[in-house]
T-cell receptor, first 112, second 117 residues
Framework: DAGVTQSPTHLIKTRGQQVTLRCSPK?????VSWYQQALGQGPQFIFQ???????QRGNFPDRFSGHQFPNYSSELNVNALLLGDSALYLC???????????FGNGTRLTVT | AQSVTQLGSHVSVSEGALVLLRCNYS??????LFWYVQYPNQGLQLLLK??????LVKGINGFEAEFKKSETSFHLTKPSAHMSDAAEYFC???????????????FGKGTLLTVNP
């Protein structure tokens, strides 16, 4: 039973570029949450998708957007990249909004 | 609004010694509380969770945590450390409410646990 899978594992982008990160939830899960983990910090909530809609959002600018597909997979898009966007981006899936989160291994984004 | 404070960014113990990782929280609603572990280059793995049932919560790998409302604490303990416990540990509180127990987790900054032979 595959867990949460994220792609790519590593990514290097230049300031001002756009990036798309992908996440496939654990089998049977229908809710996807995205977190940003800067070096030496705890993860910070970006947003959560349920039934293909963004349900709640953390304190992130509109440059951060997402999408959830009918098969429950999800994408995180970041536009106009800044150096400060360099971080580990974690996807977590769950069954509904009350079951525990299962995290993927993350995508390491480096912005130069 | 909710927040988490983890006391001690780095804890070092000897193998076989007691592990105590401290977490204090604040929450405007009855909290859901979690401890996660992160090994190098990996995502987070749930150790245990408190969701308003028993105040002493047992998790995986011999860890447990006690919810103390009067102290707004949720400290993580393990009686005897093992080398494989070396990792970073994160305490988290959920926004909860109608959003559900896994909604909008707020994490502490983490505590790096080192286990010495």
């Amino acid at each position: 039973d595959a867990g949460v899978t994220q792609s790519p594992t590593h990514l290097i982008k230049t300031r001002g570029q756009q990036v798309t990160l992908r996440c496939s939830p654990k089998s049977g899960h229908d809710t996807v949450s995205w977190y940003q983990q800067a070096l030496g910090q705890g993860p910070q909530f970006i947003f959560q998708y349920y039934e293909e809609e963004e349900r709640q959002r953390g304190n992130f600018p509109d440059r951060f957007s997402g999408h959830q597909f009918p098969n429950y997979s999800s994408e995180l898009n970041v536009n106009a990249l800044l150096l400060g966007d360099s971080a580990l981006y974690l996807c977590a899936s769950s069954l509904g909004r009350r079951s525990p989160l299962h995290f993927g291994n993350g995508t390491r984004l480096t912005v130069t | 609004a909710q927040s988490v404070t983890q006391l001690g960014s780095h804890v070092s113990v000897s193998e076989g010694a007691l592990v105590l990782l401290r977490c204090n929280y604040s929450s405007s609603v009855p909290p859901y509380l979690f401890w996660y572990v992160q090994y190098p280059n990996q995502g987070l793995q749930l150790l245990l969770k408190y969701t308003s049932a028993a105040t002493l919560v047992k998790g995986i790998n011999g860890f447990e945590a006690e919810f103390k409302k009067s102290e707004t604490s949720f400290h993580l303990t393990k009686p005897s450390a093992h080398m494989s416990d070396a990792a970073e540990y994160f305490c988290a509180v959920s926004g909860g409410g109608s959003g559900g127990s896994n909604y909008k987790l707020t994490f502490g900054k983490g505590t790096l646990l080192t286990v010495n032979p």
